[in-house]
């Protein structure tokens, strides 16, 4: 009874953090209109938190989950890591309160942030070899399991579970990690860390997880978002004959307003260089998931663009001038 007590407390909490969070972007947005870019984005992924929490409660195949987001980066870049993956949010989250302690955060060096993106293809091969090499050594012994097997795609391609980690949500609707009164909490990857390192380790594993990543995030900005392999975006796809078209969003830049003061490579919370470093047009690189930071940082009318097929939906303004009067 106490504990339900406790649970329905928590969760109320957590609602009222959410919504006092949406007042104050509306506030701070109404205040400083050059930031409604990134308070915007709050209040999507926050949404996003919670409808992510109720596809959960639907039996839906991860597997389809993984598909319909490695599919929508095809189309839309990186747009689901930007404004939608619940674990961007939490990192985010622990951005906004080192910025209101006023701690700097801590840069890694260009050459490593490089390496840590390209590791995350060798994830996803990882898993994907293990996928195979777990169906080979267990082959469905009826062929009525193996046509389930390929329609469903599921049973041995679990190793695919570990792309969902990062939409997992705080509580969860299923059995979470941590139960308070019959309501559940979870954290992205807790369940695959507990199960990876066993059960004498589990709690330890997962509570040295959590402090890894609370501390990574706190001092790096979306450091996860360096290496995750969900985000894997299809730019090797991109370079292919006949997917020149993909994505459709992306941002474009116009090399003759840019003074090359810096300011994009300065706000992009995965440091990435391209915008800064590269002559103009399409900014093809896998490692921006649109957030739109240095677009509306970036201080040159139309240097930055964000375009979604050959139309602009938002771009740079001279925010150094004095605002408009009108
Ligand atoms: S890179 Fe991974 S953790 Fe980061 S936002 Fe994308 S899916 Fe989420
Ligand atoms: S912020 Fe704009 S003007 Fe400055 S370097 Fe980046 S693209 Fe160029
Ligand atoms: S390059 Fe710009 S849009 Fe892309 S992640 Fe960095 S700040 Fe966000």
Redesign the pocket.
């Known amino acids: 009874m106490v504990m339900e007590l406790v649970a329905e407390l928590l969760k109320l909490m957590i609602l009222a953090a959410l919504a006092i969070a949406g007042v104050l972007v509306i506030t701070i947005w109404k205040k400083n209109q050059t930031l409604k870019v990134t308070y915007i984005r709050f209040i999507i992924q926050a949404a996003s938190l919670a409808a992510v929490y109720y596809l959960f409660t639907y039996p839906v195949r991860p597997l389809y989950i993984v598909a319909f987001i490695l599919i929508m980066t095809l189309v839309l870049g ?1 747009f ?2 930007g404004w939608i ?1 619940p ?2 949010l939490y990192m985010d989250v622990l951005t906004l309160i080192r910025k209101a302690l006023k701690i700097r955060y801590r840069i890694i060096p260009d050459k490593l942030n490089k390496l840590l993106h390209n590791l995350r293809y060798a994830i996803v091969g990882f898993f994907l070899v293990l996928a195979a090499f777990l169906y080979i050594i267990d082959t469905p012994a009826t062929t009525k399991e193996l046509t389930l097997t390929a329609l469903g795609l599921s049973g041995v391609f679990e190793q695919m579970y570990l792309l969902l980690g ?1 939409v997992v949500p705080l509580i969860v609707p299923w059995e979470g990690p941590l139960e308070i009164g019959r309501i559940y909490f979870s954290f992205p990857y807790i369940r695959e860390v507990m199960l990876y390192s066993g059960e004498n380790f589990a709690t330890v594993a997962a509570l040295i997880f959590l402090a890894l990543v609370f501390v990574g995030s706190f001092f790096i900005r ?1 450091s ?2 360096r290496f ?1 392999p ?2 894997i975006s299809l730019a090797v796809v991109n370079k292919l004959k006949g997917f020149k078209w993909a994505p459709v969003l992306h941002l474009d830049k116009n090399e003759t307003k840019c003074t090359k003061c810096g300011i994009c490579k300065r706000v992009c919370p995965v440091q990435v260089t391209e915008i800064y470093e590269e002559k103009g047009g399409k900014i093809m690189t896998s490692m921006c ?1 649109l957030c739109l930071r240095c677009v509306e940082m970036c201080p040159y009318e139309d240097c930055l663009r964000l375009n979604l097929g050959g139309k602009t939906v938002f771009k740079s303004r001279n925010w150094l001038e004095p605002a408009e009067l009108d």
């Open positions: 990186r689901f890591c993956c674990f961007g990062p979306r996860w978002c995750c969900t985000g998931m």
